[in-house]
């Protein structure tokens, strides 16, 4: 297993320590989920705010985590001790790739634990090193907007070195709220589903003719243990469907693509079930741009 990954989360770091171990159990379940789903073989560990992913295929590995909610960001790294001389050694042999002719870098470094040096003066040094190290090349510092980062994370004895960050769908982990139904007829109807999938629920989908291709090649890409029904194509019988599916695993409330001036109706047709709309307040062209970055976490 020779790719590691570093895995960040961010609001799972902020709640209590029994409720963060809840929330930070959920969400290695859920990593897992998704590697035994797209046939990746891994392990994990953890630190306070970190996982580290051990697998066989880190480019796979990565998308996978990029569907997991929890997840903030992804990095493939190099591991290495936390000794100034390893670390410059394989950083400057790492970067020499990325170093072409003319670009600008800068180092990003920080750190965790009790060492000999602040961030900026690691920073400052290996930065002087690859100066010193490509003087042919004619590079730049830049630290505002440089077409190179070079990421050197110092945590307790071991160092994480790596050059990008993939983003992930942040929330909480699926499995820390209620289980809520869906119905998905389009992009504003699929948006809502997941946006309510990042706040932690597990949310059954039911999708009508023009829906079905954003449930089977985005949403449930999010959730391999998801449920789904189909609605008929008439859309008198959509409500109907998903109150079955509501009823039939017990769901807390449903997400409907509605609109402010159709709440009312909604909320006569409905009862007492618990209404959720998480798109009311976006206009289509703002619900198309967000549906368009789910797209590119779903791979």
Not at 17 to 45: K, S, Y
Not at 51 to 61: Q, T
Not at 134 to 162: H, I, M, N, S
Not at 239 to 263: Q, T, Y
């Amino acid at each position: 297993m020779a790719d590691q990954i570093l895995v960040r989360y961010g609001e799972l770091a902020l709640k209590s320590p029994p409720v963060r171990r809840e929330f930070e159990r959920l969400l290695r379940r859920n990593i897992l989920a998704q590697f035994v789903a797209d046939g990746i073989t891994g392990r994990l560990r953890s630190d306070r705010g970190h996982l580290y992913v051990e697998c066989d295929d880190g480019p796979r590995a990565v998308r996978a985590l990029r569907r997991v909610f929890g997840v903030t960001s992804v990095s493939r790294v190099t591991e290495v001790p936390t000794d100034r001389t390893v670390i410059r050694d394989r950083l400057l042999e790492l970067a020499g790739p990325h170093l072409t002719v003319g670009v600008s870098f800068a180092v990003r470094a920080r750190r965790t634990g009790q060492h000999p040096f602040t961030s900026q003066e690691l920073a400052r040094d290996l930065g002087g090193d690859v100066l010193d190290r490509f003087p042919d090349r004619a590079l730049r510092v830049d630290l505002d907007r440089p077409d190179v980062e070079l990421f050197v994370e110092v945590r307790g004895p071991q160092t994480y070195l790596y050059f990008d960050r993939e983003e992930g769908p942040g929330g909480l982990p699926l499995g820390v709220a209620g289980h809520l139904v869906a119905l998905v007829d389009g992009p504003r109807g699929a948006l809502g589903a997941f946006l309510m999938m990042k706040r932690g629920c597990r949310v059954g989908l039911v999708s009508v003719p023009e829906g079905e291709p954003l449930v089977r090649d985005v949403l449930a890409r999010f959730d391999p243990a998801v449920r789904t029904n189909r609605a008929p194509s008439d859309p008198a019988a959509w409500s109907r469907e998903v109150e079955l599916l509501a009823d039939a695993s017990h769901a807390d409330g449903v997400v409907l693509p509605i609109g402010i001036e159709e709440f009312p109706s909604a909320r006569a047709r409905w009862g007492e079930r618990v209404l959720f709309s998480p798109t009311i307040g976006l206009t289509d062209a703002e619900v198309d741009d967000w549906w368009k970055n789910v797209i590119g976490l779903a791979g």
